[in-house]
């Protein structure tokens, strides 16, 4: 069983869905109880940074989700979900995140022809091996909804990057975590694939 944090941010029908289409059973929770006994996580995210954390505090899930990564399951977050796992945003402000992994959120730059939010399909950059990606042609595009991106102070987590603008993280991995900015829920064929590859482990 997977289970989908639902703290009224995330488009969970869809991660749900996705889940369901592919035979896999997926329960959405919002309790820590719930958390705490989980065997994989996925942590979806759409909106403001500063508000998810503050969701998060309000159900008093921070240090569920903390905890249960710290144990090394599988989990997965997806977009903001991935950027909730750092340890600051610069998100309308500057806001404390989850600090599970080192490093810091950022805005696209204003650029000439650099629309953001950046949004649509783009190719990833395989760095290494990940056994989320595992086999996926090296060249594979997702769909991207977001206007801000992760720097990891440690490069050894990085799993891909791509290219919009600056070249930036577009996955990460260490150990069974796993995070996303790009949406595998909407990304057809390949994101289906990667969501079988987390389900398997």
């Known amino acids: 069983m997977i289970s989908i944090i639902d703290y009224g941010m995330g488009n969970l029908r869809s991660v749900q869905k996705a889940f369901e289409k592919l035979g896999i059973a997926a329960e959405i929770v919002t309790r820590p109880d719930q958390v705490r006994a989980a065997k994989k996580i996925v942590l979806p995210g759409v909106g ?48 404390p995140g989850l600090g599970v992994l080192p490093g810091e959120v950022v805005r696209f730059p204003s650029r000439p022809n650099l629309k953001v939010p950046h949004m649509g399909w783009n190719t990833l950059e395989h760095i290494g091996t990940s056994r989320l990606l595992s086999g996926l042609p090296s060249d594979a595009s997702v769909y991207f909804v977001h206007s801000y991106y992760v720097i990891p102070r440690d490069n050894s987590i990085q799993a891909t990057c791509t290219e919009y603008g600056p070249r930036f993280t577009s996955m990460v991995e260490r150990g069974n975590l796993f995070a996303t900015q790009f949406h595998p829920e909407k990304s057809q064929k390949v994101g289906l694939k990667m969501l079988s590859n987390f389900a398997a482990l």
């Open 48 to 95: 403001a940074f500063r508000d998810a954390m503050r969701e998060l505090q309000k159900l008093e899930l921070v240090e569920p989700l903390r905890q249960f990564i710290h144990t090394d399951r599988p989990f997965l977050g997806i977009c903001l979900g991935l950027q909730l796992l750092f340890d600051v945003s610069y998100e309308d402000g500057e806001w």
